[in-house]
């Protein structure tokens, strides 16, 4: 399990440097109201960039450093090919590492990291 916490923190690395890359890291914090919202994806009162640096990101951080259990079934890479498509090309990696994300996270992820116990 300790295997798939560290592949989940490189992964988070690689997606804030993609933001930070596409120009899409802010550093102003968006207000409490903003990141309350009840919506998915906090769509109503968030762009998907800021989604993924000021919710996704910490709360994955605050489970992976808790070494608490991961989701077991996300999508994410379907949103940001939705929410980056005017990015165009631009946008291919971002979009290819939240697909890791997404399985690793659902257990699909080349290496298989319930079963290979190497390290």
């Not at 989940?8 to 440097?17: H, R, S, V």
């Not at 933001?19 to 994806?41: C, I």
Request: contains cysteine; negative net charge; glycine residues 10%.
């Amino acid at each position: 399990m300790k295997d798939k916490y560290q592949a989940a923190q490189a992964l988070l690395g690689q997606i804030e440097t993609r933001l930070k890359t596409l120009h899409l890291w802010q550093s102003g914090y968006p207000s409490a109201q903003a990141l309350a919202s009840q919506a998915p994806f906090c769509c109503d009162t968030l762009g998907f960039g800021q989604w993924l640096q000021f919710i996704l990101i910490p709360r994955m951080q605050a489970l992976i450093d808790g070494q608490q259990p991961l989701p077991d079934k996300i999508a994410i890479a379907p949103m940001a090919e939705e929410s980056f498509k005017h990015l165009g090309k631009a946008a291919v990696e971002l979009i290819a590492t939240l697909g890791e994300f997404d399985k690793l996270l659902s257990g699909d992820a080349k290496g298989n990291v319930s079963g290979d116990d190497n390290g």
